[in-house]
């Protein structure tokens, strides 16, 4: 599971191996509205249920992160099933030690309270994480997948290493940023490759399986298997929320719409308007 050192990087490490072994051992900080609640529910304990809690978790990419790894490293030696949403991870782990392990926790607001460029750029990737999440847990709806926990989950998971990135190294992720506002043709792979050395993609995935994180969620979330329906619920909501992040009226958007409605079995105009109603 994460580590509890706190690590600013400013320049690329070496290797991917250098970089999963840095950011495993740091420290995950939360959004301050997710401690304050957590705080708050803890004086209510016996009255909480996992269902409020996975609300909770939920509502923040990187608590949720947290508490999957946390499950992770509980279900090694043990003969049981991956816990494949955060619901089934704190059923797995129990109400009280919940409380015990996830109480106090550290927030993104005070660790990136010196670089409020940084923490604007973190928020942003929040946001977008949020409304991919929402975008897939409508296509997965629409389409009665069974696993829509799980598709929604990795929609909300999916950038993590880049949330990560501004968390421990803000001037590097800062330069990305940079580099992409200045040319709109840059590939985000190629500016990673450029600035860090890796691919974020290729880090998120090492972490994971690090972590131990459930099988299913991180095939639902590597793009490489896009042929799989449940994987592009997540790529082309992942998708649709960055273009959006530029507004509706995004070049890009086309190409967007037609892909999904190939996904939801409906023509262009009824998807647009399901979009519109989703976001």
């Known amino acids: 599971m994460p580590g509890t050192a706190r690590l600013r990087i400013t320049r690329p490490l070496p290797t991917l191996d250098a970089w ?3 950011f ?17 529910l803890r004086e209510l304990e016996d009255d909480v249920d996992a269902h409020q809690l996975t609300g909770l978790v939920t ?12 499950a992770g490293e509980l279900r090694r030696g043990r003969l049981t099933n991956d816990t494949e949403t ?13 409380f015990r392990n996830f109480s106090d926790q550290p927030t993104l607001e005070e660790r990136l309270a010196d670089n409020e460029e940084a923490l604007l750029g973190l928020s942003r990737v929040l946001q977008r994480a949020e409304r991919a999440s929402r975008f897939a847990l409508s296509f997965a709806a629409h389409r009665a ?9 990795a929609a909300l998971l999916h950038d993590f290493a880049e949330m990560l990135l501004w968390v421990h190294a803000p001037d590097l992720a800062l330069e990305i940023a940079r580099r ?22 290729e880090l998120e995935q090492a972490l994971m399986r690090r972590w131990h994180l459930p099988a299913l969620l991180m095939r639902i979330t590597d793009d490489k298997h896009a042929r799989d329906n449940k994987v592009r619920c997540v790529y082309l909501a992942v998708r649709l929320a960055r273009h959006l992040a530029h507004g509706w009226d995004n070049a890009a958007l086309p190409d967007d719409l037609n892909d999904i409605a190939e996904l939801l079995n409906l023509n262009p105009a ?10």
């Open 20 to 22: 999963v072994n840095a």
């Open 24 to 40: 495993a051992s740091a420290e995950i900080p939360v959004l301050a509205e997710t401690a304050a609640e957590i705080n708050s």
């Open 59 to 70: 509502s923040d990419p990187l608590m949720s992160l947290k508490v999957l790894a946390f």
């Open 86 to 98: 955060v619901t089934a991870a704190l059923v797995l782990m129990g109400i009280s030690p919940f």
């Open 145 to 153: 997948d069974p696993d829509a926990a799980v598709i929604t989950g």
């Open 180 to 201: 992409q506002e200045a040319d709109s043709t840059l590939r985000s792979a190629v500016a990673q490759r450029e600035v860090l050395g890796i691919e974020l993609h």
């Open 270 to 279: 009824h998807t647009l308007k399901l979009l519109h109603e989703f976001d």
